[in-house]
């Protein structure tokens, strides 16, 4: 099957890791290539304008050395690609998504505050890449290596999806996930409860509100706009549960036992063109338990 590469960005920490041994799995799963790219940090006084003379020799990185070592002792490794970039991490890694398949992540890295649950590059590339990125969280502590990937193939695939606007992209490489991984697909639909009504002085409350009308009508919509994709992914089962309240809470909640949570970027709107995580994807990734997929949207969306 030719597909794109699955892209495992490190620096050797335990979270980069982690997050190699996903890449791997990702890619064992596509038959893709695995690429690993190590971005070396330019110092503080170096000028990012001044270009080197060519790029970083990957044979002389000794991060990408301590990598080779590791897979050394790995079985069926797919076709793999070692790459040695020089620069900002938090602006090279995002730039890797215009030619890859995933990005995947450790949630922090070698730099920053110990107590950071999320790193800034981890963030930038989720914020900013044009592929899914997937943010695979720290081990728990006390774990001495990197969980295998397979530990959480017996969980299901879990997306977060709002009814009133679904994001196309994000469904599909829902259902296409969950394919590739057993066939099991969660869908959380949340809706607003209670509901926030204003009142001017003077004027009469509205109706009270049926909760089970509007659960009954989010369901309908859901229901509405999953039908293509269950068509295209006949082999997947799907489980729609339609909850009240925080959405971010109901996924991280989810995260605990999901292989695999997937939730969507938000799209740019006229009055704020800057790309933007939103609120419930910045809270999923911070809090999930579990490795997180952010989707950008599909080309022409995000404008």
């Not at 992209?169 to 969660?186: D, N, S, V």
């Not at 409350?205 to 509007?214: H, L, N, T």
């Not at 295209?232 to 909640?253: K, Q, S, Y």
Request: hydrophobic share 45%.
């Amino acid at each position: 099957m030719s597909t794109q590469p699955v892209v495992a960005a490190v620096d050797g920490s335990e979270d980069s890791l982690c997050a190699l041994e996903w890449a791997l799995d990702a890619a064992r799963r596509r038959e893709a290539t695995l690429r690993i790219v190590h971005v070396r940090q330019l110092a503080p006084w170096t000028q990012p304008e001044v270009l080197a003379a060519g790029p970083p020799d990957p044979g002389e990185d000794p991060v990408l050395e301590q990598v080779r070592a590791h897979l050394a002792k790995q079985d069926a490794l797919p076709a793999v690609q070692y790459v040695a970039l020089e620069g900002a991490p938090g602006a090279l890694l995002p730039e890797l998504g215009a030619t890859s398949g995933l990005l995947v992540l450790g949630s922090r890295g070698r730099g920053g505050f110990a107590s950071l649950l999320l790193g800034s590059n981890s963030l930038a590339a989720a914020r900013d890449a044009e592929c899914p990125v997937v943010v695979v969280p720290r081990p728990a502590q006390g774990d001495e290596a990197p969980p295998a990937p397979s530990a959480a193939d017996g969980g299901p695939v879990v997306v977060g999806m709002n009814a009133d606007s679904p994001d196309e992209a994000t469904l599909g490489f829902a259902f296409a996930e969950a394919a590739l991984r057993g066939g099991r697909l969660r869908i959380v639909a949340a809706y607003p409860w209670p509901l926030q009504t204003w009142m001017l002085p003077g004027e009469m409350p509205p109706p009270d509100i049926d909760r089970d009308a509007v659960e009954h009508e989010t369901r309908v919509l859901a229901e509405g706009f999953l039908a293509p994709h269950r068509e295209r992914h006949a082999g997947v089962t799907t489980e729609v549960v339609v909850l009240p309240g925080d959405a971010a809470g109901h996924l991280v909640e989810a995260s605990r036992e999901a292989a695999l949570v997937i939730i969507g970027r938000h799209r740019r709107r006229l009055l704020a063109p800057a790309r933007m995580m939103g609120s419930v994807t910045q809270a999923v990734l911070l809090h999930a338990e579990s490795p997180v997929a952010v989707v950008p949207p599909a080309p022409g969306e995000d404008s």
